[in-house]
Every structure is written in C-alpha cells, then in structure tokens.
C-alpha cells in the first residue's frame, strides 16, 4: 500500500456541508482508496490529485483482495482510515472491480461510501454492470495525459467541492 498526502493549503471555497467531506473544512485531508493495479494510471491519478485544490491522502492497492481487506480493515490494514471516496479500476487481478464493487455496495458499514469506477472499459455490459451495482460514478480514462489528467481533477471537483454527502 502507498499512501500519498497532498498537504496544499490551497482549497476550494468554503465547505459547509456534514458528510465525509467535512474533513477537509476540519483542516484533515481527504481519505481517498485508489484501486488500481497499473502503476502509470496510479502514478497519473496521484499526480494529478496531488495538485488539486483539495487537501488529500491517498491510500493506494492493487487489487481488490488488498481492497476489501484496506475497507475492513483487516490484517496489515488494521489502522487503515475509513475513505471518503473510492477510485476504482474495473479490471485487476486476484478479484475485479466488479466484485469489489459488489461487496461494496452489499456491505450495511461500507456501502455509503462514493464508488467511482475509473477504467478504460467503454463496453456497454460494463457500464450497465456496474450501474446495476449501484457504482456512483462511472468514468472511462482518456488515453491522452491531459485530458487524464483534466478528468481527474473534475472528479476532485464534484465529489469535493459540489457533492453533499452523509454523514459516515
């Protein structure tokens, strides 16, 4: 697991809403769980988090075994912070983004918690199987390093500084 914090003082107008996104009006940074077993589309969704105007820290695995034992904080990840939002990749190996969408979704304790679904998938059964699985958001990486990075960060922008959540 790598955790990146993005420790900026720069910060999108003032947040007034009660959900977990209030972490970053607290002056705490974001908890984001990055799912994603390709290191360059890692490296890429950090970089570009980290020069976001939101204050961030991202835990980062590489599967979804790593990732429903990070959300249940199992084993290694015992201390693991409860995340404010899930980046997570569809195709990975040991268990997909599907099932870890599914177990997401089904679980009373995690299901609140914003899933959006970041993969080069733009088959239809894809998207239709992860709405089906009540995903959030789902979003297709450009392959250009711009515009990856431009989706990105309109990502940081509504699920920080537009969406109002509940409370975890």
């Known amino acids: ?74 084993g290694k990840y015992a201390n693991a912070p409860r995340p404010d939002l899930i980046l997570l990749d569809l195709n990975m190996p040991r268990k997909n983004g599907r099932e870890v969408l599914e177990d997401v979704k089904s679980d009373p304790d995690l299901r609140c918690i914003p899933v959006v679904v970041m993969t080069s998938s733009d088959d239809e059964k894809d998207v239709l199987g992860a709405y089906q699985r009540h995903v959030n958001c789902y979003v297709i990486k450009p392959l250009d390093l711009d515009q990856f990075v431009a989706v990105v960060k309109s990502i940081e922008s509504f699920w920080f500084t537009i969406v109002k959540l509940p409370a975890a």
């Open 1 to 74: 697991m790598t955790i990146y914090e993005n420790t900026s003082t720069r910060t999108a107008r003032p947040q007034t809403r009660t959900s977990p996104m209030t972490n970053s009006t607290r002056g705490e940074p974001i908890e984001i769980l990055l799912v994603e077993d390709d290191e360059n589309d890692a490296n890429m969704t950090m970089d570009a988090l980290r020069d976001g105007r939101v204050r961030n820290r991202i835990s980062h695995v590489e599967d979804g075994i790593e990732a429903m034992a990070f959300l249940r904080r199992e």
